[in-house]
């Protein structure tokens, strides 16, 4: 099997071995145009406060580069291969025609034609307007994610494009998510998974938000779900069906078999998305398993045979993650990105050249500093906001605080309080599930902050619980080959394929009481903070006057 995870700055293939999930062979391809935050390629236009884009031909060229680089790697000839699966970021999403052409390619010198990326957060005022004309309309889908949408998922994505660029608006045939538009490009037919249609575009049971509620946001805005070309799950007469995952998506075309190297007419799985891949390669795909994936943000996902309103979740979706189950999501909007922020921008020079004196990098460095504190000599607290928050207040206009600074706090005291401050957030989104009836009965980490030993010591303190790990460094990739094995026959369902394939390790970090205790006087002072600024009112009018500055 060959799993391909499309990262936020690049792709990697693995290649697999479906009888136990031995990872043979892997090669990543790192994007040529990376994160598009400050003009567009080529033609210079500026963006404003808050974008992020990405380029679909730099995900072909993930095709291209790392699926043969990997197969050649795993020394397997690739007539072996009998699958593929593919992962996304999300909500990574596109405007195409309808035959799939992104409009980055035919118009690219307009912002609002090219690829959105997860972490666009430049609609949270169209969020804004959804969620209270929905609370006000008493929608009943709502509830099903914690109370408000995020202006990272399609819906405010598509009318910022409607409200901003109506040309590009009305050129799109297609809203598509790009975990579907991959598949696509690999099959040649259209398809869309049950997956993002529930998580990032608001379907549920009974369908997507009704054309009386979009026209309500905009006149423009009620066909916008015939852009998104799905009808009920099961129904082949309105679209294109809502496919199950680690269902058959097709068969590989001629013109991805090119591209790839591999057999044409193998198996293609329907596209997934990077996090809920990743409970598969975990093995946690059972009620109350939940799977963190720490990178630059943290998803945390979980299967439950219980149905409940959780305040702040990003969703909870029927067959979400595990067909037959009830699939939660929550998150973080930056982790590792806060880390990488501090090490870029407030690092000083005397500190870079002490790590490559001892053949560290920065985060090393800082971290071995850090770790020898007691918890709390920092005098500090911190909230994870520097992204935004996305569980469980849902504001991407929300931003970082940091608290107790003195003439003599140091760079690893910063860095260890940055730290703290996502394991507290990380606490906040499990306690707010048990407070809602769906028990955590096991907290998995995956992702690639399992590196750092001393952080994931520390969120086990901070949630005073054991931490379990996954037994891959690459979760989402082997995650979407598992996907690939039960799409192609070699195993019955997702629970089968993950017990042969999955791997992770139980209670591999265990609190430490006296920390945990420590920990929990830091962890008040900071729900403090966060019931304080969590109202916005400060921090939006920070926000408000910084765009005006740069407009």
């Known amino acids: 099997m060959v799993g391909v995870d499309f990262g936020t700055l690049s792709g990697r293939a693995v290649v697999v071995r479906v009888s136990d999930g031995a990872e043979l062979g892997s090669a990543v391809h790192e994007y040529a145009h990376g994160v598009i935050e400050r003009e567009l390629p080529g033609s210079g236009v500026r963006l404003g406060p808050d974008w992020a884009l990405q380029s679909a031909q730099d995900w072909i060229d993930v095709l291209r580069v790392a699926v043969p680089a990997a197969v050649a790697a795993a020394g397997v000839p690739a007539g072996e291969v009998i699958g593929i699966g593919t992962d996304f970021t999300a909500c990574t999403v596109l405007p195409t025609t309808a ?64 409200e901003e660029d109506p040309e590009s608006y009305a050129a799109a045939d297609r809203w ?71 269902g058959l998506a097709g068969a590989l075309s001629a013109e991805a078999a090119a591209w790839t190297g591999l057999p044409e007419g193998i198996a293609v799985a329907v596209g997934n998305v990077d996090a809920h891949v990743t409970a598969a390669a975990a093995d946690a795909v059972r009620p109350g398993q939940m799977v963190a994936i720490m990178g630059t943000s943290t998803c945390h996902i979980m299967p439950s045979d219980q149905l409940a309103e959780v305040p702040g979740m990003c969703g909870v979706v029927r067959d979400g993650i595990v067909p037959g189950l009830w699939g939660y999501e929550a998150g973080q909007s930056a982790v590792g990105d806060i880390f990488a922020w501090f090490v870029d921008a407030h690092v000083p020079a005397e500190y870079a050249e002490a790590a490559a004196a001892q053949g560290m990098n920065a985060h090393e460095y800082l971290t071995s500093l850090a770790e020898k504190q007691a918890v709390g000599r920092h005098g500090l607290v911190a909230l994870d906001w520097f992204g935004g928050n996305r569980s469980v207040l849902v504001d991407h206009n929300l931003s970082g605080v940091i608290v107790g600074q003195t003439l003599a706090t140091r760079p690893e005291d910063v860095y260890r309080a940055l730290i ?101 006087r830091l962890y008040a002072e900071y729900r403090t903070l966060h019931d304080h600024f969590g109202d916005g009112r400060m921090l939006h009018t920070l926000r408000a006057i910084r765009n005006e500055a740069t407009s």
């Open 99 to 162: 035959d799939g052409t992104p409009l980055s390619f035919l118009t690219p010198e307009r912002p609002h034609a090219w690829p959105k990326l997860w972490k666009h957060h430049a609609a949270q005022p169209h969020a804004d307007r959804i969620n209270e004309l929905a609370a006000r309309r008493g929608e009943s889908w709502l509830p099903r994610y914690g109370g408000k949408i995020s202006s990272e998922w399609e819906f405010a994505k598509g009318l910022q494009v409607l």
């Open 176 to 246: 598509i998510e790009a975990a579907d538009w991959i598949i696509w490009q690999l099959t040649g037919v259209e398809s869309r998974n049950i997956c993002t249609a529930g998580y990032k575009g608001i379907f549920q049971e009974d369908g997507y938000p009704s054309e009386a509620f979009l026209a309500e946001l905009n006149p423009g805005f009620s066909g916008f779900t015939a852009k998104l070309a799905t009808g009920q799950v099961g129904d082949k007469t309105a679209g294109v069906t809502l496919a199950p995952l680690g």
């Open 420 to 520: 703290e401050s996502t394991a507290f957030g990380a606490r906040m989104i499990v306690e707010t599930f048990e407070r809602a009836g769906v028990p955590v009965e096991e907290f998995v980490v995956a992702g690639g902050l399992l590196k750092n030993r001393f952080l994931m010591q520390v969120y086990a303190d901070v949630l005073r619980r054991p931490l379990s790990v996954i037994g891959s460094d690459q979760g989402p990739a082997l995650g979407s080959a598992i996907h690939a094995a039960v799409a192609a026959g070699a195993y019955a369902d997702i629970e089968k394929a993950a017990a042969a394939m999955g791997k992770r390790a139980e209670a591999a970090y265990v609190p430490d009481p006296a920390r945990a205790d420590a920990y929990d």
